[in-house]
């Protein structure tokens, strides 16, 4: 059974700091591209930013560049989000998908196969 299980989201002030983790089990997560998608009430799933097998990394939202870090632990099949110097438009939930397979769209929802449950973060004083 494939599961991504997002943590370490809550509630945190402005210019505050939170670490997300996403552990995952079923499928060779090493072989996957890893993402941080985010989503606000009313708006679609929008891609944050992403890890590929090999290390690579690509930002979807240049909001975040500089502020956001995304690591992965293959050997714990854990994909990590550093997040510091949050701002209240952070707000939103926060999802980790898994995806596999030649594709140009990686900053969007069509190449990813597995999702987690999502964990919310809230930036607010």
């Known amino acids: 059974e494939v599961q991504l299980v997002e943590s370490g989201g809550g509630l945190v002030q402005p210019g505050g700091s939170l670490t997300l983790s996403c552990e995952t089990s079923?499928?060779?997560?090493?072989?996957?591209?890893m993402s941080w998608f985010r989503q606000t009430p009313g708006k679609k799933r929008e891609g944050v930013t992403l890890?590929?097998?090999?290390?690579?990394?690509?930002w979807c939202d240049d909001s975040v560049k500089g502020r956001f870090t995304i690591s992965r632990d293959d050997a714990a099949n854990t994909l990590y989000l550093q997040m510091n110097s949050l701002k209240p438009e952070d707000t939103a939930m926060y999802y980790c998908?898994?995806?596999?397979?030649?594709?140009?769209?990686?900053?969007?929802?069509?190449?990813?196969?597995?999702w987690g449950q999502g964990t919310q973060v809230t930036v607010s004083s």
């Open positions: 079923g499928f060779p997560f090493r072989n996957y591209a």
């Open positions: 998908a898994a995806g596999n397979g030649v594709s140009g769209a990686w900053c969007f929802e069509g190449p990813y196969i597995h």
């Open positions: 890890i590929f097998s090999g290390g690579n990394t690509e």
